[in-house]
T-cell receptor, first 115, second 113 residues
Framework: DTEVTQTPKHLVMGMTNKKSLKCEQH?????MYWYKQKAKKPPELMFVYSYEKLSINESVPSRFSPECPNSSLLNLHLHALQPEDSALYLCASSQDPGPNFYEQYFGPGTRLTVT | AQSVTQLDSQVPVFEEAPVELRCNYSSSVSVYLFWYVQYPNQGLQLLLK??????LVKGINGFEAEFNKSQTSFHLRKPSVHISDTAEYFC???????????FGTGTRLTVIP
């Protein structure tokens, strides 16, 4: 099973709402990632978790709050977002970084619209 | 620091014609190289990767790419494209010692019937 699943597929939220995006993988991967992709742009890295610990935060605003409750799950909590945060949010996972394991598997994404 | 350049933002090509999507990179360390495809409204799918060994890499859906260290290039090729190959293609690198992907700006391949 090389699948990364993400829920929901689509999300519309107001600027005062609190919502969460969920990502799950059952490949035994120990690194998980959140990317943000605006229309017609490449994905931009937001966060990296390695062994359930946050290892990279690419200066993401605090209205985005990641959480890794266990090795299979990755959440992204959203609060007080702005319309410019509307984008496709992609989750990915990979075997913990080492000399042989760099392949990242991506989920289908959550299309977020902030109104 | 590293960067990935995909000079062609859009490539239209007729069905069954060959195609080459260009990718050049710069990095102060060795890199691993990847091509991803993104179909409309979907996530990214790995087409192929170069980690080490033979510089000609074959991937899924009939695509292949050749790593050229002297020209710091990793161009993607397919000898005969299908309508279903219409998608966005991203070249990406991971510098050795890092664990995050750096993407190029993407090339939109449109296959014309």
């Amino acid at each position: 099973d090389t699948e990364v699943t993400q829920t929901p597929k689509h999300l519309v939220m107001g600027m005062t709402n609190k919502k969460s995006l969920k990502c799950e993988q059952h490949m035994g991967h120990r690194a998980m990632y959140w990317y943000k992709q605006k229309a017609k742009k490449p994905p931009e890295l937001m966060f990296v978790y390695s062994y359930e610990k946050l290892s990279i935060n690419e200066s993401v605003p605090s209205r985005f709050s990641p959480e890794c409750p266990n090795s299979s799950l990755l959440n992204l909590h959203l609060h007080a977002l702005q319309p410019e945060d509307s984008a496709l949010y992609l989750c990915a996972s990979s075997q913990d970084p080492g000399p042989n394991f760099y392949e990242q598997y991506f989920g289908p994404g959550t299309r977020l619209t902030v109104t | 620091a590293q960067s990935v350049t995909q000079l062609d933002s859009q490539v239209p090509v007729f069905e069954e014609a060959p195609v080459e999507l260009r990718c050049n990179y710069s990095s102060s360390v060795s890199v691993y190289l990847f091509w991803y495809v993104q179909y409309p409204n979907q996530g990214l799918q790995l087409l192929l990767k170069y980690l080490s060994g033979s510089t000609l890499v074959k991937g899924i859906n009939g695509f292949e790419a050749e790593f050229n260290k002297s020209q710091t290039s990793f161009h993607l090729r397919k000898p005969s494209v299908h309508i279903s190959d219409t998608a966005e293609y991203f070249c990406a690198v991971i510098p050795t010692g890092a664990n995050n992907l750096f993407f190029g700006t993407g090339t939109r391949l449109t296959v014309i019937p």
